[in-house]
């Protein structure tokens, strides 16, 4: 392999010309920056030098082979010995965040999920914060994910012994404490520096199933790796790439990792339109001249997307991969009964009913206000045991799993709220996070009188007003605090 020398490096540093030092190595990127999901500035702003350190706080080094063709990689970078490592200097933001993690509440002082999303709303950077919380468009999606649990009230039984109260369930066949599991969610390095291995050893250790990202920030060889039971249950989720091959490949590795499910997501045919994150990608990232670039940046994410992921993705695709995979086919992203019921036709081992967070979509509807109808156009169908059926989307009370269990499904999911518990307290605060929904999941089954998953029924739930979107809601005023200032440990008496 060529030395290029840094001097020549550096020439290459316009987007029709564009090279970049990873690990050592120099990488011509010219074709694939309208491609990058994360947007053509990032690596615009390292155009001609050296991106190792920025890369390596999103992405594992395996991302490199799995998307890049091999000539992209055009010779070795000059060693420079001469020029000291510079240091990078401490920013305003460097220092909020520093003083906001020495004021954080102890880790016995989180209540419930939305304390978790107070603590990482004040030390995560803003960038981290913006793309982790933010939803699509005006955000009505998002907030309606958890919103609609508020118009399901609970029927509850009484004079039922409930002494022992068993919450174990299967999931695709394999057991898990409670029903519940850990979504994907990309760029985990950017809450905690360990990223999805956190997620591993909390769900190792809670007994739930961690679903792996595509996006990852450690390659699925380290998140499986990091396992702490050998046996322990991990499920992958796939966007699909547009050049099949690589998808195989991902699929066909995931499968010889041991791991249990394939996910694969169907509702990011091209990226939902975060403003907040977009906003806080303005601000805090890159040099002024290249600030005009995001300003136009809506299609160029729309381009990006469509660059990776493959937007022919249809029904067909089904056969394909079965014919690849043994795995149990599982879609998510599922947002209708008439999509729940090709699911069941083309033969997938479950779904997941979920409109990404609110991510895409903006007024997609709310999984749990669709989950009832999807089960009963399986039952009318005749199909309501040939699949399983998953929801996830503002679930963030051990009462919202209860309701989703009564509804139909077979267990939910949860997205941001591990991204904010590793953020603050790493794999303590997942462990943490996890026992609080398993405690509030615990508590609702005996108030309710139901002993075992299977107890918990349709009647238990009374969802006349689930449809009425125009009917006042509670206000959440717990979850409307992680929008406003946390008091700082010690000020409590101020109050
Ligand atoms: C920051 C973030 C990144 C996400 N990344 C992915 C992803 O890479 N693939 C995917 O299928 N879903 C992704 N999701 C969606 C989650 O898997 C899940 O559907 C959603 O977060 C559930 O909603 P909740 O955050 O209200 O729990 C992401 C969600 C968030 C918040």
């Given at each position: 392999m060529a030395t290029i020398s840094l001097q020549e490096i550096a020439q290459h540093d316009k987007k029709d010309d564009l090279w970049v030092i990873l690990y050592g190595k120099v990488y011509d990127l010219t074709q694939f920056l309208p491609e990058h999901p994360g947007g053509q500035k990032i690596i615009l702003k390292f155009a001609g030098k050296d991106a190792t350190k920025a890369f390596e706080r999103q992405h594992p080094p395996s991302i490199i082979d799995q998307y890049l063709s091999p000539d992209v990689c055009i010779g070795q970078a000059e060693v420079n010995n001469e020029e000291e490592e510079l240091q990078e200097e401490e920013t305003e933001e460097d220092k909020r965040v520093k003083l906001a993690r020495e004021?954080?509440?102890r880790l016995e002082e989180m209540y419930n999920t939305f304390d978790?999303?107070?603590v990482a709303k004040n030390i995560l950077k803003a960038d981290a914060w913006g793309y982790f919380n933010s939803g699509a468009n005006d955000e009505i999606s998002m907030r309606e994910n958890h919103n609609a649990f508020?118009?399901?009230?609970?029927?509850?039984r009484v004079m039922?012994?409930?002494?022992?109260?068993d919450m174990t369930t299967k999931m695709l066949g394999d057991k898990t404490s409670f029903p519940l599991y850990i979504s994907a969610t990309a760029l985990n390095k950017m809450a905690h520096p360990d990223g999805e291995k956190t997620l591993a050893v909390a769900a190792g250790n809670q007994g739930v199933i961690q679903m792996i990202p595509t996006l990852a920030s450690y390659s699925i060889d380290d998140i499986v790796g990091a396992r702490i039971h050998p046996d322990q249950p991990q499920w992958f989720q796939l966007y699909v790439h547009k050049?099949?091959?690589?998808?195989?490949?991902?699929?066909?590795h995931a499968e010889s990792k041991g791991i249990k499910g394939l996910f694969i997501t169907v509702d990011t045919a091209t990226l939902g339109r975060r403003e907040k994150d977009m906003r806080q990608k303005y601000v805090h990232e890159g040099p002024a001249e290249l600030q005009g670039e995001e300003l136009n940046r809506e299609g160029g994410v729309a381009t990006a997307s469509s660059g990776i992921i493959d937007m022919t993705l249809n029904w067909k695709d089904i056969a394909w991969f079965k014919s690849i995979t043994k795995l149990p086919i599982v879609l998510k992203g599922i947002q209708t009964w008439e999509d729940a019921v090709l699911a069941a036709r083309y033969g997938?081992?479950?779904?997941v009913i979920s409109n990404h967070g609110g991510r895409q979509l903006d007024f997609a509807p709310s999984p749990i206000e669709i989950l009832p109808e999807v089960m009963d156009a399986l039952k009318r169908e005749g199909l309501e045991n040939s699949l399983e059926v998953y929801i996830d989307g503002g679930i963030r009370r051990g009462s919202d799993i209860f309701k989703a269990i009564a509804l139909g499904a077979k267990g939910v999911g949860i997205g941001r709220p591990t991204l904010y518990a590793m953020a603050g307290y790493g794999f303590k605060g997942v462990e943490k996070l996890l026992q609080l929904y398993q405690d509030e999941l615990e508590m609702c089954m005996r108030l309710m009188g139901a002993r075992t998953i299977a107890d918990i029924k349709p009647e238990m739930v009374d969802t006349r007003n689930l449809?009425?979107?125009?009917?006042?809601?509670?206000?959440?005023y717990l979850a409307k605090n992680a929008y406003e200032k946390m008091v700082p440990r010690g000020n409590i008496s101020k109050l």
């Amino acid at each position: 392999m060529a030395t290029i020398s840094l001097q020549e490096i550096a020439q290459h540093d316009k987007k029709d010309d564009l090279w970049v030092i990873l690990y050592g190595k120099v990488y011509d990127l010219t074709q694939f920056l309208p491609e990058h999901p994360g947007g053509q500035k990032i690596i615009l702003k390292f155009a001609g030098k050296d991106a190792t350190k920025a890369f390596e706080r999103q992405h594992p080094p395996s991302i490199i082979d799995q998307y890049l063709s091999p000539d992209v990689c055009i010779g070795q970078a000059e060693v420079n010995n001469e020029e000291e490592e510079l240091q990078e200097e401490e920013t305003e933001e460097d220092k909020r965040v520093k003083l906001a993690r020495e004021k954080m509440p102890r880790l016995e002082e989180m209540y419930n999920t939305f304390d978790f999303e107070s603590v990482a709303k004040n030390i995560l950077k803003a960038d981290a914060w913006g793309y982790f919380n933010s939803g699509a468009n005006d955000e009505i999606s998002m907030r309606e994910n958890h919103n609609a649990f508020h118009r399901i009230w609970l029927r509850p039984r009484v004079m039922v012994d409930v002494a022992n109260i068993d919450m174990t369930t299967k999931m695709l066949g394999d057991k898990t404490s409670f029903p519940l599991y850990i979504s994907a969610t990309a760029l985990n390095k950017m809450a905690h520096p360990d990223g999805e291995k956190t997620l591993a050893v909390a769900a190792g250790n809670q007994g739930v199933i961690q679903m792996i990202p595509t996006l990852a920030s450690y390659s699925i060889d380290d998140i499986v790796g990091a396992r702490i039971h050998p046996d322990q249950p991990q499920w992958f989720q796939l966007y699909v790439h547009k050049d099949r091959s690589i998808a195989k490949r991902m699929v066909e590795h995931a499968e010889s990792k041991g791991i249990k499910g394939l996910f694969i997501t169907v509702d990011t045919a091209t990226l939902g339109r975060r403003e907040k994150d977009m906003r806080q990608k303005y601000v805090h990232e890159g040099p002024a001249e290249l600030q005009g670039e995001e300003l136009n940046r809506e299609g160029g994410v729309a381009t990006a997307s469509s660059g990776i992921i493959d937007m022919t993705l249809n029904w067909k695709d089904i056969a394909w991969f079965k014919s690849i995979t043994k795995l149990p086919i599982v879609l998510k992203g599922i947002q209708t009964w008439e999509d729940a019921v090709l699911a069941a036709r083309y033969g997938c081992a479950g779904i997941v009913i979920s409109n990404h967070g609110g991510r895409q979509l903006d007024f997609a509807p709310s999984p749990i206000e669709i989950l009832p109808e999807v089960m009963d156009a399986l039952k009318r169908e005749g199909l309501e045991n040939s699949l399983e059926v998953y929801i996830d989307g503002g679930i963030r009370r051990g009462s919202d799993i209860f309701k989703a269990i009564a509804l139909g499904a077979k267990g939910v999911g949860i997205g941001r709220p591990t991204l904010y518990a590793m953020a603050g307290y790493g794999f303590k605060g997942v462990e943490k996070l996890l026992q609080l929904y398993q405690d509030e999941l615990e508590m609702c089954m005996r108030l309710m009188g139901a002993r075992t998953i299977a107890d918990i029924k349709p009647e238990m739930v009374d969802t006349r007003n689930l449809k009425d979107h125009f009917v006042a809601n509670p206000t959440d005023y717990l979850a409307k605090n992680a929008y406003e200032k946390m008091v700082p440990r010690g000020n409590i008496s101020k109050l």
